[in-house]
Structure formats: C-alpha cells, structure tokens
C-alpha cells in the first residue's frame, strides 16, 4: 500500500517560467499534494492533487489574497512561514488566529499551525503560539528543518513530538543543506523512509522545486529542478520510489 505524504513546494516562479513541468508530476504514487508558499492557486495543477494555500504573512490576511483563501474549497490552510524571522510575536499571531483562522476551521477547514525554523528561537516561538491558541490549537502542527545529519532531523521532529503529542505534523520545508549530493541523497533517503513509517507525521515537503536556488543557505545539491525546469534525480525517486533507495 502506497503512503501518501509527501507534499511537493512548487515555487511561484515556475508558474511564470515552467508551469508545463507541473504535467510530468506523478501524482499516482506517494507525492500527494502541493504548496507554493501563496495563497493563489496554481493554475498549471489543473486539480490533479490537492492544493495547501497558505497565509505566509499578515499581508496575506487582507486583500485579494485573503479573498483567495476564503473562496478556496481545499481542506488544510497553513498560517505564518517562520514568522519569529519576521518581527511577528507569538501574541499578535495569536491574536490574528483566534481573529481571522478560528472562524475558517469552524467551518471545517483544517489549519496547520505556524511552521518556524528548528533553531532555538523558532521552537520557543512556537510553544509559546501554542500555549496563547489553546482554546482554538490548529489542527495540525508545522514544522521546518534543516540540517546535514538525517539522525538529527529524526530527533527534532520526535522531541517536538514528545513536547506537543496531540498535534499531527506537517514539515512543510526539509532539506539537507550538504553541497555534496551523495550526502543529500542519503539524508533525504533516511529522513524520508522515517517519516513514511510515522503515524503522527502527515505530510512533509522536501524544499525545493525551483530553476534557481532561492538563497545561499540552501543547497544547490537538494535541488529538485535543474535551471531549464526539468526535474532532477532527486525529484524523480521522491515521485517514484517508496521506500527510497541510496
């Protein structure tokens, strides 16, 4: 029986440069759904797998944008991408949740709590979050990790488990960080075969689907698409194998 959680981050600039690649994506086997860090819908996905909008930031709760969000009919919404990066305190993305989030999940929507960076600081933000929305918590907690040891990413992702246990995970952002690909691929071989076998993991998406790589922190090695938008080695076993094989 094919597990199916892995989520695929398609950045919003491949709907301008190579939205035809998103036709090569197997939907079939274990990939699943789709995220792009916005809250539009990417037209090339043609409703071939579900859709994770998400509320990167305030901005996204105003405008047309927030208008995308309500008008949307997929279930899981994410809120905040490393808002502790961005000046927001847990206060004030608690007092936008109870204000604009609470109201969609009681009309069934399914949310995903804000998803901060594994440092120090991104896990006191989110427990204090969480702590401040226990009248109304999410449905779902998000989590980012980077690293260069799969062990590692193995034991965050079970301590956050251990601190918070009543909330199903979603890593909406995984990579290793290693510019060497044979570390890469064995990272995200160990990681991935892990999380499969996971009952309190529900989805992960392995960063990242672009042309270009998005800063100096990620590894050009972890790419999933090379720069013409064909899909890479990587991308195709993340498609096509489970369990995944070095």
């Not at 699943?32 to 305030?58: D, G, I, T």
């Not at 960076?117 to 989110?126: L, M, S, T, Y």
């Not at 034991?155 to 960080?177: D, G, L, N």
């Not at 800063?215 to 995944?244: R, T």
């Amino acid at each position: 029986m094919v597990v199916r959680k892995r989520c695929l981050p398609w950045d919003y600039t491949n709907t301008q440069k190579c939205p035809q690649m998103m036709d090569k994506v197997d939907f079939k086997g274990p990939m699943h759904s789709v995220h792009n860090w916005n809250a539009w819908y990417p037209e090339e996905l043609k409703h071939r797998a579900p859709f994770r909008p998400m509320v990167r930031q305030e901005a996204q709760l105003s405008g047309q944008d927030w208008q995308f969000i309500l008008d949307s009919k997929e279930t899981v919404i994410h809120f905040f991408n490393e808002p502790e990066r961005d000046g927001i305190s847990p206060q004030h993305a608690a007092d936008l949740w109870h204000k604009k989030m609470v109201p969609l999940q009681k009309k069934g929507k399914k949310l995903v709590s804000p998803s901060c960076a594994n440092d120090q600081k991104g896990q006191a933000w989110i427990a204090d979050f969480l702590h401040r929305v226990k009248d109304h918590p999410p449905n779902y907690l998000g989590l980012h990790y980077y690293g260069t040891k799969g062990s590692e990413a193995i034991a965050f992702i079970e301590s956050m488990h251990k601190k918070f246990p009543r909330y199903p995970i979603i890593v909406s952002e995984i990579a290793c960080i290693s510019r060497n690909y044979h570390d890469v691929k064995r990272f995200t071989v160990q990681v991935t075969n892990w999380m499969d076998q996971q009952k309190f993991v529900a989805e992960y998406g392995w960063f990242g689907c672009m042309e270009k790589v998005a800063d100096g922190f990620v590894s050009p090695a972890a790419q999933l698409m090379n720069p013409d938008g064909s899909f890479k080695e990587l991308m195709k076993k993340l498609m096509h194998e489970q369990p995944m094989k070095e």
